[in-house]
């Protein structure tokens, strides 16, 4: 049976009752909390940034899989880390040096991700994907909650997946953006392993009996 994470965006929690949706994803079936770092420049949103992260770090009981979405990623890695994040994924997009990023990632004691953008083909990753803990695929253009996912993402998962066993490894995939009950069972089909979500755990009327359901859906 395969075990298919769900990591819920804190991006769509009531900020005003922070706390209170923290302990809500610790006391669900979530796996991760899924963090998302906006500067402005990279994507055209700005989120939130370290004292918040290190404040949510404090009443988390699951790991952080911190999404960095600003240009330059390798500034602040270590500042990253140091306040608490477990996971850090980084756009291919927003440094030069991938190779080097990631390695900066794992010096500084985390788990080293790389994400696409939607037009970013998979193939880029071929000859780093044994440095990867995770690739995360968008499945909308980054920046805000609550888009349409796009199918083309399906594709592009089981490309990953055929590239992943081919090497031999256990990448990990993760899907992010619009992620809902009606894509969720297809995208771990096609080989996806983590599952973000954002609007459609927070905006429900019930968050943990969704996240309990929708982990229900990809237990199979
Ligand atoms: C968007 C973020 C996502 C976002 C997902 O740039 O990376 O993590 O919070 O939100 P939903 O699930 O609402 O699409
Ligand atoms: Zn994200």
Redesign the pocket.
């Known amino acids: 049976m395969k075990n298919t994470l769900i990591a819920p ?4 929690a009531d900020f005003a009752n922070l706390q209170r949706d923290i302990e809500m994803i610790n006391n669900s079936e979530a796996d991760w909390f ?1 963090i ?1 770092v ?1 500067d402005g420049h990279f ?1 055209p ?1 700005i989120s939130y940034g370290m004292p918040v992260i290190e404040a949510i770090k404090k009443h988390a009981t699951k790991p952080l899989d911190v ?1 960095l ?1 600003i240009e330059k990623p390798e500034r602040y890695i270590e500042e990253f880390a140091k306040i608490g994040a477990d996971i850090i994924t980084v756009h291919y997009e927003s440094t030069i040096h991938i190779h080097r990023t990631l390695t900066q990632i794992k010096n500084a004691g985390c788990k080293a991700g790389v994400v696409l953008n939607l037009s970013t083909p998979v193939s880029v990753l071929e000859d780093i994907l044994s440095e990867c803990y995770m690739v995360l695929i ?10 349409k ?1 796009e199918e083309i993402t399906y594709n592009k998962v089981r490309k990953l997946r055929k590239m992943i066993n081919e090497q031999g490894l256990d990448t990990l995939i993760e899907i ?5 009950d009606k894509n969720a069972k297809q995208l771990v089909e096609a080989g996806a392993n983590v599952l ?7 905006k429900a009327e019930n968050p943990t009996q969704t996240i309990a359901e929708l982990k229900k859906m990809i237990r199979f």
């Open positions: 965006s804190v991006l769509a899924h998302d906006m994507v949103n999404h979405m968008m499945s909308i253009n980054p920046g805000f909650g609550g888009q996912f992010d953006g619009g992620v809902t973000v979500a954002g609007s459609y755990i927070f």
